[in-house]
Each structure stands twice: as structure tokens, then as C-alpha cells.
């Protein structure tokens, strides 16, 4: 009798954590691509240069102010990377449809450390010149256009299409963690160490990555794309399979309306010191830059469902009029506190947005394809931002800060719903 009542006691006992286990695996993130060798690897080099590259992202602008006492230089070396990041990410998209792409992660990662490297004796011997870190970070930006596609279009080969949402997920999580622990690393690792070793962990971060794509399989293209070159008629054929592709075009499209009408970082200075300053203006404009990235890796964390859904079209359809509806939250705040939970809203939708818009690139197109398809995108993620910024910063300084983000973020929302209603192929888009 108490032997039948004790195993009856801790029958449910036993039995309360499956559904629990079943309600966290809905929700919390898909790790099934960690489980492909190949992919675990790629990812796992990722943690650690998504850290050490923005040890340099930081290390740079601030050296340069250093030298130069100038804001305006800073600028001006951000834009001399975006040249050479636009024209040899579409060649590199070319390149990688070409040749094995693993040989093109290992030449571009290599030189990438080089670049680093370089970065580190320029600083630890007091050179002191503008004109090699522009020209030094030209030649980084160069090498990480060509690297990027290629690399993002091997996640393909490296997991089944089923787990491209998840794997994009993961990769994306790691990204904007980067985005967030880094930059704080770099104001802690300064004062105790230097600004000089900062290019050093970044180098030696990418030795890391050089082994781990070692250890990946080959990745030759398909063998009626390898007689092609990969020149302008190659990267032109991309563009022209884009343009008959209208879901490729659509997913690119979505991405520079919310990009280019909704991200009003330019403006954060702006807000941090107007409406904001109550609070402390380097308080609130660490808190503006910090929330949309935090929110990203939020969203990456809980992107189970990711992996579930089948209508890629509508999710990213919903992202960026979601994106829109919490930037115009933004805007529109008059607390700083309500502020930050609008951007951080804002991030979750851009982390949807980014996984979905990628798998829908990863699986609409063909493997001859990929590399420039991601070229394109690379562009796209690296210029739209940059538009944003030149758009905002003058529709702020006209309107006001306030009136320019919730502008624009109803524009997004607007811009988007009409692309959806107008064009159908991105509602219709299921795997």
C-alpha cells in the first residue's frame, strides 16, 4: 500500500517537465544546425570574430579622433570603407559562385588578419597617419565584402533546408551579441591595455576563424558554373536573375524600406540631448544605441517558432510593418524608458526580418546563384543604413528629431503594405 501510494505521488512529479520541456522547444532558440558538424564550426568561428571585428570597429574611429581631434575625419573614413565593401561584395558574390567557396573564405579570412595585424603595427609603432588607416580599413572592408557572401551562401550546403531559419537565427543572435559586448569590451579593455592591442585580439580572433574554415568540406561550385569567370557580365546576370525573381527582389526591397525610411540612428545624438537630456545625455544616447541590438539578440534567443513557420513572405512582410509601427512608437515617446522598449521592439522585428529575408535567399535561389544573391544583400545591409543616415540626419535638422523618426517609421509601414498589396509574390512565397 504505501509503496502504490508513493510511486503514484511521483508519477506527475515525473511527468510535469515533458510538457514544460515541449512549451520551451516551441519558443526557445533551434539549435538543430549545431549538430551538422560542418555548420557547428562555421558558426563557432563566428562568436569570436563577431567580437574581435568590433574591437577594431571601435578601435579605428577612435584612433583616428585621437589623431585628428576631428569628427568630420571619422566620417570621412566611413565612407572610405563603403566603396570598396560595395564593389567587392558584388564581385565577391560573383567570385563565389565560381570557385570552392571554402578556398575563398580561407584567402579572405587570411587576408582579413593581415589587414588586422597591419592595424596593430601602425598603432604600436605611432605612425600616426589618417591616410594608412583609410587606406588599411579600404582594404579590410574589400576583403569582407568578398568574404561575406561567400560565406553566407555556404550555409546552404552546410544545412538542409528545413533549418535555414534556424541557422540564419543563430548566426544573426551572434552578430548583434557582437554588437552589443563588444563595443563595452573595447571601453573596458582601452584604459587597462591600449588602444594598439585591441587590432591584435581582433587578428589573432581571426587565426580562430582560418582554422575553423580549414576544417570545413569542400565547396566547389556546380560544374556548369565552373567554367565561368566571375567578371561584370556575371555580376550583371545577377541583377537580371533578381529582377525575374520577384520574391528575391521583393525580400531586397523590404529591406531598404525599413532601412533606408526607418533607421534613425542618425538622429539619436539629436534626441539623447533635446528630449532626453533630463536623464543624462550619454546615458540616454548608450541606451538608444545599445536597444535595437539588444533586442535583436532577444528575439534570436525565442525564435523558435522560426523554424515552424512555412510563409517566409508574410513573416518578413510583418516584420518591417512591425519595425515601422515600433520606430513610430519611438518617435513619438516622450520617455526615455518607453523609448528604449519601442527600439528594443524594433530589434525583434529586424531579427525576424533578417532571418526570414536571408532564408528566403538561401532557398529561392539557385546554388550558381547564392554567392551574388548574397552580394547583393550585403550591399543592401551595409548601404541602407548609411542612406538612413544622410535621409534622417536632414529630415531632423528640417522637422525635428521626433518628427523625422515617427515619420518615417509610418512611411515604412505604409511603403511595405503597398509593396504587398501591389506585388502578390511575396504573400504567395512558402516552403
Given amino acids: 500500500m504505501d509503496t502504490s501510494e508513493s510511486s503514484t505521488e511521483q508519477q ?5 517537465p515533458e510538457p514544460a520541456r515541449r512549451a520551451r522547444r516551441r519558443w526557445v532558440m533551434d539549435t538543430r544546425p549545431l549538430r551538422r558538424p560542418a555548420y557547428r564550426r562555421l558558426w563557432s568561428s563566428t562568436i569570436v570574430t563577431a567580437l574581435g ?15 585628428t581631434g576631428s569628427s568630420a575625419w571619422v566620417g570621412a573614413a566611413s565612407l572610405a570603407g563603403l566603396l570598396p565593401l560595395v564593389v567587392f561584395a558584388l564581385w565577391g558574390g560573383a567570385i563565389a559562385d565560381t570557385m570552392d567557396r571554402r ?59 528545413g533549418e535555414l ?17 563588444g563595443p563595452l569590451l573595447a571601453g573596458v579593455l582601452i584604459p587597462v591595455i591600449g588602444l594598439a592591442e585591441l587590432y591584435l585580439i581582433d587578428a589573432l580572433a581571426l587565426c580562430v576563424t582560418v582554422w575553423a574554415v580549414l576544417r570545413l568540406p569542400a565547396l566547389p561550385p556546380l560544374k556548369a558554373a565552373a ?56 546615458l540616454a544616447l548608450g541606451l538608444l544605441f545599445a536597444a535595437i541590438p539588444v533586442g535583436a539578440v532577444a528575439g534570436g534567443l525565442f525564435s523558435g517558432t522560426f523554424s515552424r513557420a512555412r510563409r517566409h513572405g508574410w513573416m518578413v512582410i510583418g516584420a518591417v510593418v512591425a519595425w515601422g509601427a515600433a520606430i513610430t512608437g519611438f518617435g513619438l515617446s516622450g520617455s526615455l524608458w518607453l523609448a528604449v522598449v519601442f527600439l528594443a521592439l524594433a530589434g525583434v522585428a529586424d531579427m525576424v526580418s533578417m532571418v526570414f529575408r536571408g532564408a528566403i535567399l538561401l532557398s529561392a535561389a539557385d546554388d550558381e546563384m547564392r554567392g551574388r544573391m548574397q552580394g547583393v544583400f550585403t550591399v543592401v545591409v551595409a548601404g541602407g543604413p548609411r542612406l538612413a543616415d544622410l535621409l534622417h540626419g536632414t529630415a531632423g535638422s528640417a522637422f525635428g528629431a521626433r518628427t523625422a523618426t ?26
Fill in 227 to 282: 567554367e565561368r569567370r566571375a567578371g561584370v557580365r556575371e555580376i550583371a546576370e545577377g541583377f537580371r536573375y533578381i529582377a525575374l525573381h520577384k520574391v528575391l527582389l521583393l525580400s531586397f526591397l523590404a529591406d531598404i524600406v525599413a532601412m533606408v525610411f526607418g533607421m534613425p540612428r542618425a538622429l539619436f545624438p539629436q534626441l539623447a540631448s533635446q528630449n532626453y537630456a533630463s536623464y543624462g545625455e550619454g
Fill in 406 to 431: 515617427a515619420g518615417g517609421g509610418l512611411l515604412v509601414v505604409v511603403l511595405m503594405l503597398g509593396l504587398a498589396a501591389a506585388l502578390p509574390a511575396l504573400r504567395r512565397y512558402r516552403v
Fill in 53 to 67: 571585428s568590433q574591437l577594431t570597429a571601435v578601435a579605428v574611429p577612435k584612433q583616428i579622433y585621437d589623431i
Fill in 165 to 181: 531559419p534556424a541557422a540564419n537565427a543563430l548566426g544573426s543572435t551572434v552578430m548583434q551579441t557582437g554588437q552589443v559586448v
Fill in 12 to 16: 506527475p512529479a515525473a511527468s510535469e
Fill in 103 to 161: 578556398k575563398l573564405l580561407l584567402i579572405t579570412n587570411t587576408g582579413i588578419a593581415v589587414t588586422s595585424l597591419l592595424f596593430w603595427l601602425q598603432a604600436v609603432t605611432g605612425l600616426e597617419s589618417v591616410a594608412a588607416l583609410m587606406v588599411l580599413l579600404a582594404v579590410q572592408q574589400a576583403f569582407w565584402g568578398i568574404n561575406a557572401p561567400a560565406r553566407n551562401a555556404s550555409i546552404a550546403r552546410l544545412v538542409p533546408a
